[in-house]
């Protein structure tokens, strides 16, 4: 079992910077690959980003490459969401997950165990 902790969710302007951070607590936390999605209101679930238990690979949503950075710490079983240039369009509750991928997992269904999501708004 595996919970996740989201933080650093905020009110930012546009082109500003938040730093999103998931704490996680279980066993065997540094197999599984990490994910951040993101729903906004009236709006699916949708991929941000990914990172492979190794931290070797990541992948990105086409929405958000070139202004957001996944990254983790094993050591303190930390994943983390570097995010840069933010845009009104990227307002939504932003939610971390874990699942059994030895890949980059760019869809839901390959995500076993989910934190509850923090908010994040960006102001025009």
């Known amino acids: 079992q595996v919970q996740l902790v989201e933080s650093g969710g905020g009110l930012v302007q546009a082109g500003g910077s938040l730093r999103l951070s998931c704490a996680a607590s279980?066993?065997?936390?540094?197999?599984?690959?990490k994910g951040w999605f993101r729903q906004a209101p009236g709006k699916e679930r949708e991929f941000v980003a990914t990172?492979?238990?190794?931290?070797?690979?990541?992948a990105y949503a086409d929405s958000v490459k070139g202004r957001f950075t996944i990254s983790r710490d094993n050591a303190k079983n930390m994943v983390y969401l570097q995010m840069d240039s933010l845009k009104p369009a990227d307002t939504a509750v932003y939610y971390c997950?874990?699942?059994?991928?030895?890949?980059?997992?760019?869809?839901?269904?390959?995500?076993?165990?989910w934190g509850q999501g923090t908010q994040v708004t960006v102001s025009s």
């Open positions: 990172i492979t238990w190794s931290g070797a690979n990541t």
């Open positions: 997950a874990a699942g059994r991928s030895a890949v980059v997992a760019t869809t839901a269904l390959r995500y076993d165990y």
């Open positions: 279980g066993r065997t936390f540094s197999v599984y690959t």
